[in-house]
């Protein structure tokens, strides 16, 4: 990693939203590889925070100067890298932007690292289990649950696995605060 930069401490709120691909241009600019298709998180953040590809906790505190689309990507530039030389060496660090830098969502609109986590219910109160992560599937995202084996199930049984789409057919409410999805679900769906 570059000598030049900060080492720092990873926010409580950070959240991996990208990986550094390589070099773009001479002038110090590097590819990130978003992990949201929106990636929304890097261009409103002014400080990112690193991990060598290889893990660890170390971490570095990279300033942002500009991030903007390109293509199938984004392009940045730091003032801590003035060269090419300097941006291949980020090549495979892991980018993390606090929580709390994210721009505020629209209305009925959720992050995804924001709903992991949540316990899902349905209409009758019964616990359907808790959201472990989501897919996208093409036209929609599913929330996939897990929760605990049924009572009468033999001792060493798997956890239960169920996925919903995350849609408004099925989704009657996403209440954060509560940390909470009420569903129009069955438990033998």
Known sequence: ML?????????????EVGRIADAWGVKGWFKVHPHSAQPEALF???????????GGSQVFRLPVREAREHADCVVASSPEVPDRNAAEALKGARVFVPRSSFPTPDEGEYYWVDLIGLAVRNREGVAL????ELLSTGPQTT??????????????ARPVERMIPFVAAFIDQ???Q????????QPDY
């Open 3 to 15: 000598p030049t930069l900060e080492a720092a401490e990873l926010p409580a709120d950070a959240v």
């Open 44 to 54: 409103s953040s002014r400080r990112w925070f690193l991990q060598p590809p290889a």
């Open 129 to 132: 289990g808790t959201v472990r």
């Open 143 to 156: 929330l996939v649950l897990q929760a605990d084996p049924p009572a009468d199930a033999p001792e060493g």
């Open 174 to 176: 996403v209440d954060l």
């Open 178 to 185: 509560a940390r909470s999805i009420t569903v129009d679900w």
